[in-house]
């Protein structure tokens, strides 16, 4: 069945980069687009950006300076990277597959020194 | 950037009670392709967020269908026919029609 799983690091600096990684399985990341989505605590959703099919990528503007989204198809994973993080970078980050179906487990990231 | 904006924020139902949240749109959410790309979601306490209802009004697989959705172009509702106790959570509408993807704020559903 289809399934997304977010792992990484639970604690970063200020000002350090962020990796995350999203390992899916059930379905070919070459035939369907896999988004991060991000909420802080107590907030609502934030789309941070898209891998589609073919590889190309989209992302929110206010974000797109510091964020990058990449894959690797042979290991059916998703990489997020975000560098200089700040306290309202904390919250959860999920990867979901076309946008809204099927979501992973999420990740707590908390920034903080 | 398309705004969504739901109405209520908040809302509050007793159980078997039917309620509808509102989402509209700054911008015609209608592709060019002909489809709408206007879903809804639910997110229990503690939760990953569950798709409920895509493209406007088609029911996800599993999902109960006291739910439903319907509207069109800039306007958009989510019907609850006789609310349960497991429904409780933040509804969020989001639209995939026009990059970036953008997400509703939300609708708090709370028992009466």
């Known amino acids: 069945q289809v399934q997304l799983k977010e792992s990484g690091p639970g604690l970063v600096q200020p000002s350090q980069t962020l990796s995350l990684t999203c390992t899916v399985s059930?379905?070919?990341?070459?035939?369907?687009?896999v988004h991060w989505v991000r909420q802080p605590p107590g907030k609502g959703l934030e789309w941070m950006g898209v891998i589609w099919s073919g590889g190309n990528t989209d992302y929110n503007s206010a974000l797109k300076p510091r964020l990058s989204i990449s894959r690797d198809t042979s290991k059916s994973q998703v990489f997020l990277t975000m560098n200089s993080l700040q306290t309202e970078d904390t919250g959860i980050y999920y990867c979901n597959r076309n946008g809204a179906a099927y979501w992973g487990q999420g990740v707590m990231v908390t920034v903080s020194s | 950037d398309v705004v969504l904006t739901q109405t209520p924020p908040t809302l509050s139902a007793t159980i078997g009670q039917s309620v509808s949240i509102s989402c509209r749109s700054s911008?015609?959410?209608?592709?060019?392709?002909?489809?709408?790309?206007l879903h809804w979601l639910l997110q229990r306490p503690g939760q990953s967020p569950q798709l409920l209802i895509y493209?406007?009004?088609r029911l996800e697989s599993g999902v109960p269908n006291r739910f439903s959705g319907s509207g069109s172009g800039t306007d958009f509702t989510l019907k609850i026919s006789g609310v349960e106790a497991e429904d409780l959570g933040v509804y969020y509408c989001v639209q995939g029609t026009h990059a970036p993807y953008t997400f509703g704020a939300g609708t708090k559903l709370e028992l009466k």
């Open positions: 911008q015609s959410l209608l592709h060019s392709n002909g489809n709408t790309y």
């Open positions: 493209l406007v009004s």
């Open positions: 059930g379905f070919s990341l070459t035939s369907y687009n």
